[in-house]
């Protein structure tokens, strides 16, 4: 009843083409802006939005730029980390290059650097491919953090390599690092993020997206029908890093306060993975559903045995926490290879058809 | 080419410039390692004809369709290809100069939807920008349209408009081949290569699909090479005929010389030689 | 120019200079070769029967040897301890063909990559619970390896040798050789080979598929105990060490996914070269680190040129 489908036409291709042709879908996306920009800004805590609502935005986002690679075009990659360190080390050069650049300008400017760096190591997966291609992508992973350490001019001279808290403003106003407020440092994340979302449904619904899952599908079916896997694999490597650069510097400038080196080891790239895993390879929205489970699980980990009286120590939290997400990763794979974005479409399913059976 | 092209006037004449050569296969040589899959094949398709490539298992038929494709690079020989002489090109340059093909074990993108599939096919074709296709405004959205308007002409063609959002993993067989001969449509070939469109299909499903094949020869002008096993089929629907056995050629002309070629005959039926 | 030197020329003056440290490198090279071959050979023995690239090989080093050790502090004899950790292994091998091999029969490749990479974070929270964070020393010296080192007084120099590190090697080669004799000379080896070629095939003549992945995920745990055994002789045992079992990737990439001969001679290679490069031109010109990534990139390098790796078989795609 709810999602009564029937009844709505479409007399154009253009209609028929919208992103979201069933009025329901639209409104039930509205509903979730509405919360997004009003709601939590209104009602959540200092709390909320640093542990729950910020690193959701950010590894919402890196997810979303790996499943372009991955989930779309079908590159595996272990690489993910280290690309946002560079976006992140670049964004902080190029502040420190140029003090008056405005800091979302410098943002977006730091994704292109992921982006060219993201383009060279893509360059083997012109003639390597599948797990091959993975580890090549550890190649990436390993040498970049290596030389965040080590390249001295990248890091600042710092005695670590980490890059150092900083403070930006913008009209008079601090709106990233420890002296701006939570709630603007969460508008400029969610801002940015819902700008790349929406140019990246719009790639994936278009010309590009078919040919990058032509490459994933069956690439020798797809050169036969003149698709140019050279040209479809670079673009996948750069437009997926230039969204995981950008969600690099938001990981430190905004949702953190400078990072260490390896705080882009392959943990992180891991994390990312998982989420566009358990999300669902190929969706765009599932990232954001596989976001909120895996910053949600040590979240709840931590608040909820309180509720019962029991307090579980720190490290054992760690390791049920590592549990929980190994056994959600199988039980995705075994259940539902598509993720969260397919349970969602399947309740969908169910809720247009409801109060019928079938 | 028209897609649009008034259906009529060309059945009226449905080999129109039959005499011309589209595409001509010269000493064509193929080897995997020390196995000879073609030697010395000479052959050419007209402009406007449907050609039947036949033979017992083994042959080197769908080699030699890989060798037109670009897909397999003979070590010796040359095509020329509406004029155009090559001795080795790329897949997607194939592609580009109006080859189009359909697989013996259907080559779809499982991850798509039928429509997405066939509007892949359309791919070619697609030049707005990466600009423009990221705020999905302007040139891209027109294309998108405007492509969409043709791929639906197909649909409606090949009679596939309720399965146009189904992931083609889920189709029975039948329709996928089907899906498959629309993506091949949908980049406007001049010259279709069709690998045993029939196979696996039950007498209801081949007399539909040979109904599709006759109607692209006659309403779109395709050139139209296909392999098939069923002699009905072959015999049927083709203008030629050319007969590979152990990759050579041993026979080449019209259903009916080929059929009472004593050569054929002994191929299908195994003497020895 | 200095650096032009630094490259090209002092690393192979300092080579001829100091035999005896030059030695050593290849020594100390040879032994982590040897080490980064049998956790090789772990994944190969693994997706050769079943096509999974076993993530958790790593881990399964850590595991295994944590067992002992947990074993032998109850105050179990080392020995007994080993065959118990053996036992735990082939539990663990049991476990995981149940619950996550046989759901995911006949999904693609990457599916079941992903799926040891969740059998990995889960044998970590298991593992980190039940044994604890803390390094652990492993039991070398229980299980009867000497401990001392020679001290080679030669090349006008001194080149020093553990015991221990000796010991590895020769179980190494010992438990190639031992694998090597199983796959090709018994029964149940010919099964696994005859799956590894064709899954169907082999099935229609009866052999059971299950039991030949347990069979195989227990060897592959039998590996991962004596990796951990001859790492433990020089490392702590920690699940850090886990990430050990990224250099064997590289190992895997150059000698191929599925070739026995293939992972020891990239084992060696990597471990050699990696070594070489660390001490010769890493640490004089960059300060140092190498060996987290040079491993990746010699091997990156290679399959530029090479995509099957210096021995896989050329990869020809059908259509």
């Known amino acids: 009843m709810l999602y009564r489908i029937a009844g709505q036409y479409k007399t154009s291709y253009t209609a028929d083409q919208a992103l979201f042709p069933v009025r329901q879908d639209a409104i039930l996306l509205g509903i979730i802006l509405v919360i997004a920009y009003v709601v939590f800004p209104l009602t959540a805590s200092e709390y909320a939005f640093k542990a729950l609502l910020l690193p959701v935005l950010v590894y919402a986002l890196a997810a979303l730029g790996l499943n372009i690679l991955t989930g779309y075009a079908g590159q595996l990659s272990l690489g993910t980390g280290a690309f946002m360190g560079v976006g992140a080390y670049a964004c902080s050069k190029l502040t420190t290059i140029f003090p008056e650049m405005n800091f979302i300008v410098a943002v977006l400017l730091s994704g292109f650097f992921s982006a060219g760096i993201g383009v060279v190591f893509g360059i083997p997966s012109l003639r390597i491919k599948g797990f091959y291609l993975a580890i090549a992508t550890l190649a990436a992973q390993f040498f970049l953090v290596w030389l965040f350490e080590k390249w001295h001019w990248l890091n600042n001279y710092t005695s670590s390599g980490a890059i150092e808290t900083r403070n930006f403003s913008m009209f008079g106003y601090y709106i990233a690092g420890p002296l701006a407020p939570t709630v603007v440092k969460y508008y400029l994340a969610l801002v940015v993020v819902t700008l790349v979302t929406w140019l990246a449904l719009n790639l994936t619904r278009g010309n590009l997206g078919r040919i990058w899952k032509a490459t994933r599908d069956m690439d020798i079916a797809a050169e036969l029908i003149g698709i140019r896997l050279m040209w479809s694999k670079l673009y996948a490597f750069a437009v997926s890093s230039y969204i995981i650069g950008v969600a690099g510097a938001l990981f430190v400038f905004v949702a953190g306060d400078g990072a260490e080196p390896n705080a882009f080891d392959i943990p992180l790239s891991f994390t990312i993975l998982f989420i566009a895993i358990i999300g669902g390879l190929g969706s765009v929205m599932g990232n954001f559903l596989g976001a909120i489970l895996i910053v949600a699980i040590p979240a709840m980990l931590n608040d909820i045995p309180p509720l019962f009286n029991l307090t579980l120590e720190s490290d054992v939290q760690e390791y049920i926490n590592q549990i929980l997400v190994g056994a959600m990763i199988l039980f995705f794979l075994i259940i539902e290879p598509l993720g969260l974005a397919s349970f969602w479409g399947l309740i969908r399913e169910k809720l247009i058809i409801w109060p019928f059976p079938h | 080419m028209n897609i649009t092209a008034n259906p009529a006037e060309a059945a009226a004449d449905p080999h129109a410039g039959a005499g011309e050569v589209l595409l001509s296969v010269n000493d064509i040589s193929l080897s995997f390692g020390g196995v000879k899959a073609i030697s010395d094949v000479s052959f050419d398709i007209r402009k406007g004809e449907i050609r039947a490539i036949i033979g017992p298992n083994g042959a080197g038929k769908t080699s030699m369709l890989n060798v037109i494709n670009g897909f397999y690079h003979p070590q010796q020989g040359t095509i020329s290809f509406r004029g155009e002489v090559r001795s080795r090109m790329r897949p997607h340059e194939a592609a580009k100069q109006g080859i189009a093909r359909t697989f013996q074990n259907v080559a779809l993108f499982r991850g798509m939807s039928t429509l997405d599939n066939i509007m892949s096919g359309r791919s070619l074709k697609m030049k707005a920008n990466f600009f423009w296709q990221a705020i999905r405004f302007g040139p891209a959205l027109r294309e998108e349209i405007e492509h969409r308007r043709r791929v639906e002409e197909i649909i409606d063609f090949l009679e596939i408009q309720h399965i146009r959002r189904t992931p083609v993993g889920r189709l029975a067989y039948g329709l996928q081949k089907r899906v498959e001969l629309a993506r091949a449509l949908a980049m406007e070939p001049d010259l279709l290569l069709l690998d045993e469109p029939m196979a696996g299909m039950n007498l209801e499903e081949k007399e539909d699909m040979s109904r599709f094949i006759l109607d692209v020869s006659a309403q779109y002008g395709t050139t139209i090479a296909l392999i098939e096993h069923d002699m009905g089929v072959v015999m049927d629907l083709s203008d030629r005929v050319l007969v590979l056995d152990y990759g050579q050629k041993i026979a080449d002309g019209t259903p009916a010389e080929v059929q009472a070629n004593q050569a054929v005959i002994d191929a299908y039926l195994g003497v020895s030689h | ?319």
């Open chain 3, 1 to 319: 120019m200095d650096l032009l030197d630094k490259i090209f020329v002092a690393p192979f003056r300092d080579m001829v200079d100091l035999p005896d440290i030059l030695v050593q490198t290849l020594w100390e090279g040879f032994v982590a070769g040897i080490l980064y071959a049998l956790i090789a050979l772990g994944f190969v023995l693994i997706y050769r029967s079943s096509r999974i690239f076993n993530f958790a090989q790593g881990v399964m080093v850590v595991f295994a040897s944590l067992a002992m050790i947990w074993f032998n502090q109850k105050g179990i004899p080392a020995w007994i301890a080993l065959a118990l950790a053996l036992v735990v292994m082939l539990v663990m091998a049991i476990a995981i063909e149940r619950i996550v091999l046989r759901p995911l029969i006949g999904q693609p490749d990457i599916i079941l990559f992903m799926a040891t990479i969740g059998i990995t974070l889960v044998l970590i929270g298991i593992g980190e619970w039940w044994f604890g964070g803390e390094n652990q020393a492993m039991i070398t010296d229980k299980l009867g390896v000497p401990g001392e080192q020679w001290d080679l007084r030669i090349l006008g120099g001194r080149v020093s040798i553990r015991q221990q590190d000796v010991a590895a090697v020769i179980v190494a080669i010992l438990l190639v050789a031992g694998l090597l004799v199983f796959l090709n000379r018994s029964q149940m080896g010919r099964a696994i080979r005859a799956l590894s070629d064709d899954a169907q095939a082999a099935l229609s003549v009866g052999i059971s598929l299950h039991q030949i992945w347990v069979l195989v995920w227990f060897l592959a745990g039998v590996i991962a105990l004596v990796t951990g055994i001859a790492w433990g002789a020089r490392v702590d045992i920690t699940f850090n060490l886990q990430v050990i079992a990224y250099k064997a990737l590289p190992v895997l990439m150059l000698g191929g996914l599925d070739s026995i001969s293939g992972a020891i001679v990239g084992g060696l290679l990597i471990g050699i070269l990696e070594k070489l490069f660390e001490i010769y031109w890493a640490q004089p010109i960059m300060g140092g680190g190498s060996e987290t990534w040079f491993a990746f990139v010699l091997a990156l390098i290679v399959l530029l040129f090479r995509p099957q790796g210096l021995f896989g078989e050329k990869i020809i795609e059908r259509v």
